[in-house]
């Protein structure tokens, strides 16, 4: 896994799902890959211990190839200090296949109006070492740095590594370019990245590296990712984790259900995606001699307008999408980080004078340099900052899951990917090692209240701040927008007041709690 070993502690069941992953070989089973039910296998000693929270409260974002600030611009660390991601991507997604890490700009071929953008500067403005000596320097893990493999010759491909190493930046993460045109696993891309990786152990052997996975979008219908994924499994000696890029529901999914059930669709989709992605990718690489990779779900977000309409096109920037974000990452937390281990949520901010990604970031910044004062946010970007202050604000860096005590909430039916149902209350509890300051964060789909016991620590010796988003379709401010940044009070200290969403504050001691209708609830003591 990406993060820092841990002791496993199976007696604590860190990891409560109904199964975790067992840590057999092929030959110990002979249950079917297609069994996507019960994704976990047959019961067996947890191997899931808590996930530390860097990586997956991240985002994928294009500093300098599309939002064309220099990595040191008052705004662009502005942004980076609000939201505390704990890691980024460099340079982005599919920009990465038309990127030069040598001299930090688009391929000299690439004529688009990003590429020209960036000629703008001079050379060496959007550098890998300029990246770590402006914004790269705030974060909290090393950034994720994404290689050309598409469009630089053989020759170049190998020199990025040489210039990472150069510049002396961390290289703890790397990936292997981006969304291949065609599918996943196509033969000269397996045969493109062997001298590239061998390299790579060569120059730096403790770096983990990816390759890429799947990438459709579920509304296009899902792609043979079984025997892609199979075919990936015969180069497992060149790759650590596998990348998925998951982008749902779009709204012909949501409309598949009766107009009262969308809103709990919307939420449960990453439950059963994810369940779906890990169980693929466990039962195809079982057979390896390296085991079962992590997922790096490098890219998350509800669908784009490649399926006709952006999702909730009237509440793009509202507490549904907010709701989104956090039911990838408690969905995430409760497969634990041996099966995701890191989560980048795209998009982290756009420019007004770009409309590359402007449909899916959550902060709006200046076209013109050093200006933070005009940067705008959304519900998205609020929603994110309460949980990332909980895990780096609080120093509350564990994760681990609350569905064994959130069990008796029930179920609601949902078919997706095989799935039936998906839990009515999912959570997961933010805590750490050296104090007994937790955070409990609990997601209702379901659009009824569910009243359930309130799985923290210690409910005897102290009473919990509460604070609950409402995604409900009558709840006022659901919609959200944007607001600008500065007339916002508490921003480093969530709830925040005078934000996007009105948030509902109160405490509470002891006993049941009442859980909104498609709401998320925190409570931190």
């Known amino acids: 896994p990406l993060f820092e070993p841990e002791e496993d502690q199976p007696e604590k069941r860190c990891c409560c799902l109904l199964r975790c992953f067992p840590r057999h070989s092929a030959a110990e089973t002979q249950r079917h890959p297609s069994n996507y039910r ?25 500093a300098g190839a599309v939002v064309n600030l220099t990595f040191d611009d008052a705004s662009v660390l502005a942004a980076i200090d609000l939201l505390q991601p704990g890691s980024l991507r460099y340079p982005g997604g599919s920009v990465a296949n038309s990127w030069n890490i040598t001299n930090g700009r688009w391929v000299d071929n690439e004529t688009n109006i990003y590429a020209q953008r960036t000629r703008a500067y001079p050379p060496g403005t959007f550098t890998p070492s300029k990246y770590m000596s402006g914004l790269g320097k ?89 025997t892609c994924c199979t075919e990936l499994a015969k180069y497992r000696d060149y790759f650590d984790a596998i990348t998925v890029h998951q982008y749902a529901p779009s709204n012909q999914t949501i409309l598949l259900y009766p107009p009262d059930q969308w809103r709990t669709a919307t939420l449960g989709t990453a439950w059963a995606l994810l369940r779906y992605h890990a169980t693929i990718v466990h039962w195809a690489m079982i057979n390896t001699t390296q085991g079962v990779p992590p997922i790096w779900l490098d890219e998350y977000n509800w669908g784009g307008n490649w399926t006709g309409q952006v ?52 902060l709006d910044v200046p076209d013109t340099a050093n200006q933070p004062d005009l ?4 519900g998205v970007a609020q929603v994110f900052t309460h949980l990332t ?18 069990s008796a909430a029930g179920t609601v039916p949902l078919n997706l990917v095989n799935s039936t149902a998906v839990p009515c209350l999912q959570g997961m509890r933010f805590s750490s090692d050296t104090a007994s300051a937790e955070a409990v964060v609990v997601l209702n789909v379901c659009n009824r209240a569910v009243p359930c016991a309130v799985p923290v620590a210690d409910a005897e010796s102290a ?48 006993g049941h709690w009442d859980f909104l209708p498609l709401s998320l609830t925190i409570l931190e003591n």
């Open 38 to 62: 019960q994704p976990h296998g047959h019961p067996s000693t947890p191997v899931c211990s808590r996930s530390a929270v860097i990586l997956i409260c991240s985002f994928s974002s294009r």
């Open 138 to 226: 705030r974060l909290r893990a090393a950034p994720i740095w994404n290689l050309n493999l598409m469009t630089l010759t053989p020759a170049q491909q190998l020199e990025q590594l040489d210039v990472l190493q150069a510049d002396g930046v961390p290289v703890h993460y790397l990936e292997l370019g981006n969304e291949i045109v065609g599918g996943c696993a196509k033969p000269d891309y397996l045969q493109t990245i062997i001298p590239v990786v061998k390299k790579a152990r060569t120059l730096f052997p403790q770096a983990k590296i990816a390759i890429i996975g799947y990438w459709y979008s579920y509304a296009q219908g899902l792609p043979d990712w079984w």
């Open 311 to 362: 999702t909730w096109p009237e509440e793009t920037h509202g507490a549904l999408r907010g709701l989104l974000l956090a039911s990838f990452i408690i969905s995430a937390a409760n497969l634990g980080q041996d099966v995701f281990s890191s989560l980048n949520y795209y998009s982290l901010f756009h420019q007004n004078s770009s409309d590359w990604s402007k449909w899916a970031s959550c």
């Open 389 to 406: 202050h909980l895990a780096f604000g609080r120093g509350l860096t564990h994760l681990e899951s609350l569905q064994t005590q959130l």
């Open 463 to 510: 009473s919990y701040r509460v604070h609950q988003y409402s995604a409900a379709a009558d709840a006022a401010g659901v919609v959200g927008g944007w607001v600008l940044l500065r007339s916002i009070q508490h921003t480093h200290s969530p709830p925040w007041v005078g934000g996007p969403l009105p948030v509902n504050s109160t405490t509470w001691k002891s």
């Open 375 to 378: 940067i705008r946010v959304d």
